[in-house]
């Protein structure tokens, strides 16, 4: 078993900055990419933002220069830092990680997902 475990949702204004967290844990060999979805009411899930094992960014256009994407390998942690957060940025945010088991080979998991509001 692989979980993964969010952190850090909450209501913020426009202009303010959030940090998430993720942590992964279990039947873990390595992990390859881990990154974050969200999702807004009526839309589809949506890449934010992702890091590969040797700490590669990738970042949607729409979160450029105010969102920042990091990795602490020793604790299987990846963040997101949030910054000039807008309402466009409102949604579930899940954690997604891409990882080798010690059991089944590859897999890929998602979190439960938290909660980001930007109110204006």
């Known amino acids: 078993q692989v979980q993964l475990v969010e952190s850090g949702g909450d209501l913020v204004q426009v202009g303010g900055s959030l940090r998430l967290s993720c942590a992964a844990g279990?039947?873990?060999?390595?992990?390859?990419?881990m990154g974050w979805y969200r999702q807004a009411p009526g839309k589809q899930r949506e890449l934010v933002a992702r890091?590969?094992?040797?700490?590669?960014?990738f970042y949607a256009d729409s979160v450029k220069g105010r969102f920042t994407i990091s990795r602490d390998s020793a604790r299987s942690t990846v963040y997101l830092q949030m910054n000039s957060l807008e309402p466009e940025d409102t949604g579930v945010y899940y954690c997604?990680?891409?990882?080798?088991?010690?059991?089944?080979?590859?897999?890929?998991?998602w979190g439960q997902g938290t909660l980001v509001t930007v109110s204006s």
């Open positions: 890091v590969s094992s040797v700490g590669s960014p």
């Open positions: 997604h990680a891409a990882v080798i088991t010690t059991t089944i080979g590859s897999l890929e998991v």
């Open positions: 279990g039947a873990i060999r390595s992990i390859n990419f």
